[in-house]
């Protein structure tokens, strides 16, 4: 099959400290696409399809331990909202990212694929 990897897309109103978050302290592996726009190597991922009444996608981050893993980012300046919380699938937290951009960050209870 032609299909070789997914290209996820942040939009925020501020897309350089965003990138700064995910170059220093996501340390994600990057290749600069030309005048500053970062293109990141993501971690392993897998896709959901869940019903719902309205078309649309969420982006989340998965994690071995949120307790550890909340405690580093808050040290690097990350911010949480809400949580952690109980849910369906695991224990999850929003990250608040620079311009309001939230992301869903959980340790997963159901299989994973990896």
Excluded at 23 to 29: E, L, Q
Excluded at 33 to 57: D, Q, S, Y
Excluded at 59 to 72: F, G, I, N, Q, R
Aim: a negative charge; aromatic letters at 8%.
């Amino acid at each position: 099959m032609g299909i070789t990897g997914t290209h996820l897309i942040l939009y925020t109103s501020e897309p350089d400290e965003v990138r700064a978050i995910l170059r220093d302290v996501f340390g994600w592996a990057h290749v600069d696409a030309g005048g500053g726009w970062l293109i990141f190597a993501l971690p392993p991922a897998e896709l959901g399809v869940h019903p719902a009444e309205v078309p649309h996608h969420q982006v989340s981050l998965t994690c071995d331990d949120l307790t550890a893993t909340m405690a580093e980012l808050t040290d690097r300046g990350v911010v949480f909202r809400d949580g952690p919380l109980e849910m369906s699938f695991g224990v999850g937290v929003t990250m608040v990212l620079p311009g309001e951009l939230e992301i869903l960050l959980y340790e997963p209870s159901h299989p994973t694929p990896g």
